[in-house]
């Protein structure tokens, strides 16, 4: 856009006509409507959470509806706070598993979805759609009532397969166990996202190129490597960018799944930890400092891709 | 660049969220509707009693309509919260009795303290539950009614094991136990008896048995007390306890999920250790052969401390209706409701109006929480429940589980 708006200005540098004027103003005329949503309704709670954070906002505070400012003493607390970190780096792991997993799987059914015969591909795509459609906490509810420990349908199959003895097996018992439930019921629930947007890039890949390298003899994971992937990268980075974004700030399939009463310090998230030391502590003022804590490193975390992504944008 | 936007307007969609709004799930008391939150177990258990008390207040107050919404356990403290957020406060709120102190010291209650004499019998209420709505000597909660821990067992099972009589010793109840479950180990997954192991609740049951206790106060200043040798030895025994009458796979689960009733009416187990009103879910196969007795102590003939739980009834200092608050509360802990109560084997709040009952039996030796400002949090960091699985699971010794509960007991309880 800037560089359309540079061209724009530049070819017409000695005609300063009403044409010009109007020219150079639209594109902002026409993004100010979003500027201004955006504002209201992102600017403003932001605001209000930067302020949050520097006060000491808890239960008295809320009743007095007013809270003391206490400069960066929340941020203090939370950076000195060890689970902090050990909740950061377990997050940090957890996003990238979960990542890995969404797109590694997503994209290898969208490659198959290229190949089976359109009836597959309806059956597939249609399951797809319908697990995109169920809510988070009705997927909870389902996984809880499969991997019940005592009434479970899972440890019920898994022993009549004779893969073992599952009778009465508990599911969630150690913070690695409870989490790779948890991953296992968000990677089920992201796979339709990725899957049906990673066949779609895959149809933009030219046929042509493909039966070329067939004939050129190249094995097929060369093929993927050196043809498909590059035509697909920029949708495989924004997937993985949004990925990371909403894996990273997961909330409601860990803390329904994993259940408040085995919610502790060994497995919090991210998201966990902030509504334990904001919600459950009555500590806003502490919440509001995790929160734009994690908003930081989000965004930090997205700009390693956007950038790539942009430059990826410009070889083409 | 429009990417950039897009990521980074999610990134705040899904935090800014989450950290900044908090949306009110009440309706304001207009004109004249007075909003009371009670618990689910008034709505499944005795809504008629609210019923007669919502109808005894329509009479005395024409023109007011009561609405009452029930709430979970889990979260109406968090909906309270936003509710102060949003000066939308219900106008009565029923609180458990551990949760009160936290609320009182903020400054969320109204002071009831004029208005005492109100409130029936409330010169005789059971005094620990009146402690549990005071703060500074002044009252901020009327008790509503309490509720002990009892056994509840299949008569049928006990009686084929050539068990007479229930057993008065804990020596000897792991004896019974003992006998049921090796008359009934061809049942797969039968246990003589089902408590969740992470049910703190009966497990410190043990640890009051034997002298022990959760916090002590020195110096003005709250101490974890759950690694002294006299909590260690109730542990241990409810360790022991534990071995003798569960199966392993109970450890981890904290007797919510399944609820211990519902092993019970599948025939998988032949006791549950829990509230008396536990009768109510055993099933209808069950119902004919459900018994209870009285938990028996580690000393013969004693029974052993229970929890009391309880709940009070408080009016939050925002509501614009109090006087009609006071009123509701009145009726609703009327003489003939908490008699109503109690038949439906609660314990009622004063001590003029005990009975007999095996719950109230029960009550004779009871245990409460510590009552600190930070007490809620111990509860919700589930610094328990953690102590009792590395306990249960063999992760860590008694010992050292105990050591670790008892310094984040400590520190959460002196927090500012």
């Given amino acids: ?316 | 660049m429009r990417s950039r936007v897009i990521a980074a307007a999610l990134a705040v969609v899904a935090l800014g969220v989450v950290a900044a709004t908090a949306s009110a799930g009440v309706q304001r008391a207009q004109g004249n509707t007075l909003t009371v939150w009670l618990q689910q177990d008034a709505q499944n258990g005795w809504p008629d009693i609210v019923a007669a008390a919502n109808k005894q207040f329509q009479a005395d107050h024409p023109g007011w309509t009561v609405s009452v919404q029930y709430q979970a356990w889990t979260d109406h403290l968090q909906k309270f919260d936003a509710t102060i957020a949003g000066n939308d406060t219900p106008d009565v709120i029923e609180m458990g009795n551990t949760e009160m102190t936290k609320y009182m010291a903020a400054g969320a209650f109204s002071d009831l303290t004029s208005f005492k004499s109100q409130f029936a019998n409330s010169s005789n209420w059971l005094s620990g539950l009146a402690k549990s709505g005071m703060y500074r000597g002044n009252v901020f909660g009327v008790p509503y009614y309490a509720g002990s821990r009892v056994i509840t067992y299949r008569t049928d099972l006990f009686k084929k094991a050539g068990i007479t009589k229930p057993p008065t010793s804990l020596a000897q109840f792991i004896v019974d136990a003992k006998k049921v479950g090796v008359m009934e180990k061809g049942v797969k997954g039968f246990a003589p008896l089902y408590v969740g192991g992470e049910d703190w609740y009966t497990a410190l049951s043990f640890v009051y048995d034997f002298g022990g206790t959760i916090a002590r106060t020195h110096a003005g200043k709250w101490v974890g007390a759950l690694d002294s040798p006299k909590s260690v030895a109730g542990l241990t025994a409810f360790k022991a306890f534990f071995d003798a009458t569960q199966s392993k796979s109970t450890a981890t689960l904290d007797g919510t999920n399944p609820w211990p009733y519902t092993v019970f009416s599948q025939g998988l187990t032949a006791a549950n250790y829990g509230p008396a009103w536990y009768t109510c879910c055993t099933g209808a196969k069950y119902k004919s052969v459900t018994g209870q007795f009285v938990m028996p102590s580690h000393t013969a003939g004693k029974p052993m401390p229970g929890f009391l739980g309880g709940s009070d009834l408080a009016v939050p200092a925002q509501s614009n209706a109090k006087a009609a608050a006071v009123a509701w509360i009145a009726d609703f802990t009327s003489t003939q409701n908490e008699r109503a109560l109690e038949a439906k084997g609660n314990i009622p709040n004063a001590t003029n109006l005990l009975g007999s009952s095996v719950n109230e039996r029960a009550a004779a030796r009871s245990w409460f929480v510590p009552q600190a400002k930070h007490w809620v949090d111990v509860e919700n960091g589930n610094i328990l429940k953690t102590m009792l699985s590395q306990i249960l699971t063999g992760q860590l010794s008694v010992k050292q589980a105990a050591k670790v509960a008892s310094q984040n007991i400590t520190q959460t309880l002196n927090e500012s």
Wanted: charged share 10%.
């Fill in chain 1, 1 to 316: 856009m800037g560089a359309a708006a540079a061209t724009a200005s530049g070819w017409s540098r000695r005609r300063l006509t009403r044409e010009r004027l109007l020219g150079g103003s639209v594109p902002y005329v026409l993004v100010a409507p979003v500027v201004l949503v955006m504002g209201a309704i992102l600017g403003y709670p932001i605001y209000n959470l930067v302020r949050l954070s520097l006060q000491r906002y808890g239960l008295f505070e809320l009743i007095q509806h007013h809270g003391t400012y206490i400069g960066l003493h929340n941020f203090g607390s939370v950076v000195h706070d060890p689970i902090f970190w050990h909740t950061l780096v377990r997050t940090i792991v957890f996003t990238v598993v979960n990542v890995g997993l969404t797109m590694g799987l997503g994209t290898l059914v969208a490659l198959l979805l290229v190949r089976v015969s359109t009836w597959v591909r309806l059956l597939v795509t249609a399951g797809l759609v319908l697990v995109w459609a169920m809510p988070p906490v009705v997927a909870v509810q389902v996984w809880q009532w499969m991997t019940n420990s005592q009434n479970g349908v899972v440890n019920y199959i898994l022993t009549e397969l004779h893969v073992g003895d599952y009778f009465q097996h508990d599911w969630f018992v150690t913070p690695f166990s409870q989490l790779a439930m948890v991953t296992t019921l968000i990677v089920w629930g992201a796979l339709p996202f990725v899957v049906i947007t990673v066949y779609a890039a895959l149809a933009q890949v030219p046929h042509e190129l493909v039966e070329a390298a067939e004939i050129d003899g190249a094995p097929s994971w060369r093929i993927f490597k050196d043809v498909t992937m590059p035509v697909i990268m920029p949708v495989l980075l924004i997937l993985t960018s949004l990925s990371v974004i909403w894996d990273f700030g997961v909330f409601t399939q860990p803390y329904l799944l994993i259940g408040q009463g085995h919610i502790v310090p060994s497995n919090y998230l991210m998201g966990i930890y902030l509504f334990e030391e904001g919600y459950v502590r009555t500590d806003f003022g502490r919440g509001a400092a995790i929160s734009i804590l994690m908003l930081a490193i989000v965004a930090a975390m997205s700009v390693v891709y956007v950038r790539r992504m942009l430059r990826v944008g410009e070889v083409e």
